[in-house]
């Protein structure tokens, strides 16, 4: 059923949404649909790995992430997740801004490589770095006489982590700046500032809601990495293993009270990270309000 259109009485025309609103029972079928979706693959088994986590007591619980190993791989998560994000957030920043303000060759060469690891299997990605980087890889001979270790050692982790996780924040942010424009830093630029000055003080502050929610991606991925990181890091206990890699570790070994706690902080992380992501929303969102509103007045 096609909308309507009316002039009212100042000779402006008006549509009716009348003809394009579904039927009460289609909206309330989509609904269901989506609700029931939600909670039987994602509420109810969140809730599980809680409760199982929990099955064996409170005390147990704590004692399987107070376990050295456990401790040790929830020490690797955090700090992989802190040198891999700021590097993604440094490409991001100058990939969006080369995309979104300039023109020249090979721009849809870079568009296209930069949505390459949302393509690529993380296994994959593993074993091009095994290619690269092993004892039998290009740079392997060379790596062994400068006693230089890649794989099955952070730094392996760390550039698995990278090619995983390096589209996050550059896709959250092309689309924010080609929005904006370049008008304003040409303005900057026109009253004397410097290219350091418009960056700091002009696009950073346009585009810092969609750098934090880029950021924020990024960090929950980078944490919760298997696939990559599995290839690359040899499983060395206490050195190399991640908490996804922990959680396979435990359940391999039959602890699956264990592997459901160290399990449940990784779900707790993702948790706070989407609560995060949905406070800078309705921070953004009443920020757009706010501005309207002042518009208007």
Not at 18 to 24: L, Q
Not at 40 to 57: C, I, R, S
Not at 108 to 121: C, E, G, Y
Not at 174 to 203: C, D, K, N, R, Y
Request: aromatic fraction near 10%; charged fraction near 15%; include cysteine.
């Amino acid at each position: 059923m096609l909308a309507t259109s009316k002039t009212n009485a100042g000779g402006h025309t008006s549509v009716s949404r009348r003809g394009t609103e579904e039927s009460p029972l289609v909206k309330r079928t989509l609904i269901t649909i989506a609700l029931g979706f939600a909670l039987v693959f994602l509420l109810l088994p969140l809730v599980n790995v809680f409760y199982q986590a929990m099955a064996k007591g409170v005390g147990h619980y704590f004692s399987a992430l107070l376990d050295a190993d456990s401790r040790a791989a929830i020490r690797l998560t955090l700090n992989i997740a802190a040198i891999s994000v700021p590097l993604n957030a440094v490409f991001g920043i100058a990939a969006a801004w080369a995309i979104a303000k300039f023109d020249f060759r090979g721009k849809a060469i870079l568009v296209t490589l930069i949505d390459l690891p949302f393509a690529v299997s993380p296994v994959v990605a593993g074993l091009i770095l095994v290619i690269i980087f092993g004892a039998e890889g290009y740079c392997g001979e060379w790596l062994g006489d400068h006693n230089v270790r890649v794989l099955f050692a952070v730094p392996g982790i760390v550039l698995a982590t990278l090619f995983v996780t390096l589209p996050f924040v550059a896709r959250e942010l092309i689309p924010v700046m080609q929005a904006t424009g370049p008008e304003q830093e040409q303005a900057a630029l026109t009253l004397g500032a410097s290219g350091w000055q418009t960056f700091w003080h002009v696009t950073l502050p346009s585009v810092k809601w969609g750098l934090l929610y880029g950021i924020i991606l990024c960090n929950a991925r980078a944490m919760g990495e298997f696939g990559a990181v599995s290839v690359v890091s040899g499983h060395i206990a206490g050195r190399t293993i991640t908490m996804p890699l922990r959680v396979e570790e435990l359940y391999n070994e039959y602890q699956g009270t264990a592997a459901f706690a160290v399990a449940s902080l990784l779900a707790l992380l993702a948790l706070v990270t989407m609560g995060i992501k949905v406070f800078i929303e309705w921070r953004e969102q009443r920020g757009h309000v706010a501005a309207e509103s002042a518009a208007g007045k």
